[in-house]
């Protein structure tokens, strides 16, 4: 066996051992405000339960390890005390991803994302509508783990106020695993699907992806192509030049880009999907 004293190894390769063995992990989808009121919405997968009564739910947004910065979230949570969990499921882990691009600050991943807002009850924060359960949070406290890249911040969040989606409900009221249909963070691209197993997602582009919101009408509002599907398409740098004068609002095409997208192709999809 392998043994390893942390001091001795990087830490890029400590948190790559860290992630692809404390897995699966569940997502706290963190929906928050600046001090200008601007909405930010960014995944974490440092996150857990805590304690009932009262009711704590805990994520941890780490200062990078790259450059040592922190995140918006964190920066934003350090200012308002006030935070929205929202629950990932498999259907919008495509959108997800996304949105977990370094976008600008002021940046809205929910426009990005192709993600609606949902007022919240007692919080600023906006809810995920697509999300199945949604928890507003009040923050009780941020513990920083330490200064250097890759250091953690626990933050501490007490819920005020939960939303269920009912179709997620079995016949007595409680939260049936499949029907929830949650996801979890493994190591590297890898996710976990509560029902069927590991699947990968490619991470979103470096580069920035252009987001839904810059995506054609014509796909955006297709009555085919799914949120996974969106946020797929969405994960290019650039529209190809033919979507400048022509998309194919074709059902049957949109049918044959889903099935390239189920398998991957992003690229081949487009090519579909601009064909005159």
Not at 7 to 17: E, M
Not at 186 to 215: C, H, Q, S
Request: net charge negative.
């Amino acid at each position: 066996m392998k043994s390893i004293n942390p001091k001795d190894i990087s830490t890029g390769q400590l948190h790559g051992y860290l992630l692809g063995a404390i897995a699966p992990r569940p997502i706290a989808f963190a929906s928050t405000v600046d001090a200008e009121g601007n909405v930010n919405l960014s995944p974490f997968s440092f996150f857990n339960v805590f304690s009932a009564n009262p009711p704590i739910l805990i994520f941890s947004p780490a200062r990078r390890v790259r450059d040592n910065t922190t995140k918006h979230t964190l920066e934003n949570v350090l200012i308002n005390k006030e935070v929205v969990i929202n629950i990932v499921s498999y259907a919008m882990v495509q959108q997800m991803s996304l949105s977990s691009t370094e976008y600008a600050k002021g940046v809205n991943e929910f426009e990005k994302a192709g993600f609606t807002e949902a007022a919240s009850v007692a919080v600023k924060p906006p809810r995920v509508a697509e999300s199945p359960v949604q928890f507003e949070c009040k923050v009780n406290e941020v513990i920083s783990l330490g200064d250097n890249g890759g250091a953690g911040n626990l933050v501490i969040c007490e819920v005020v106020q939960l939303h269920i989606d009912e179709t997620i409900l079995d016949s007595e009221g409680k939260i049936d695993p499949v029907k929830i249909d949650t996801v979890a963070r493994m190591g590297g691209n890898w996710y976990n699907r509560a029902k069927e197993g590991m699947f990968e997602v490619p991470k979103p582009l470096t580069t920035l992806g252009i987001g839904v919101d810059a995506l054609p009408e014509a796909i955006k509002n297709s009555a085919i192509l799914t949120g996974n599907d969106l946020g797929m398409l969405a994960n290019v740098e650039n529209l190809p030049e033919e979507a400048n004068t022509f998309v194919n609002a074709s059902e049957e095409i949109h049918i044959l880009a889903q099935q390239q997208l189920c398998n991957g192709n992003v690229s081949e999809a487009w090519k579909l999907l601009v064909k005159k």
